[in-house]
């Protein structure tokens, strides 16, 4: 039971330094602002771009970047007085999420081959 609870607790704590990240992409608003990034011909958007592409007000756009922006997911770029947001390539922070999913995966095959104990015992 110890190696259990120990691994939950190492999830909870990756989790818990994730939650931003999550929490960004956890809305359907930034997700379509997400898509909208990643599917744009060139890198980079200015927010009139992508008020058009996905039919928000602009300042629900720029309140929404922000949270992406602030979550690590989105930068930005100026060209003059013009902003250009795109995706971060940010591997740190890609990294630490695929490293959650994989400890998730390999928690979740060890308990399901009976390596932890079942909790309903």
Request: with cysteine; aromatic share 6%.
């Amino acid at each position: 039971m110890d190696e259990c609870r120990v691994q939950r607790q190492s999830l909870a704590e990756e989790f818990r330094a994730l939650q931003s990240s999550f929490v960004a992409l956890g809305d359907e608003t930034r997700q379509q602002i997400f898509i909208a990034l990643l599917e744009h011909e060139t890198a980079g958007m200015r927010v009139p771009e992508i008020t058009r592409r996905t039919h928000l007000s602009r300042p629900a756009v720029s309140h929404h970047l922000r949270i992406l922006k602030d979550a690590g997911l989105v930068s930005v770029h100026r060209q003059g007085t013009m902003n250009y947001y795109y995706v971060d390539a940010n591997l740190g922070k890609w990294g630490e999420i695929k490293a959650l999913v994989d400890h998730v995966c390999r928690v979740a095959e060890a308990a399901s081959q009976g390596a932890y104990p079942n909790l309903e015992e």
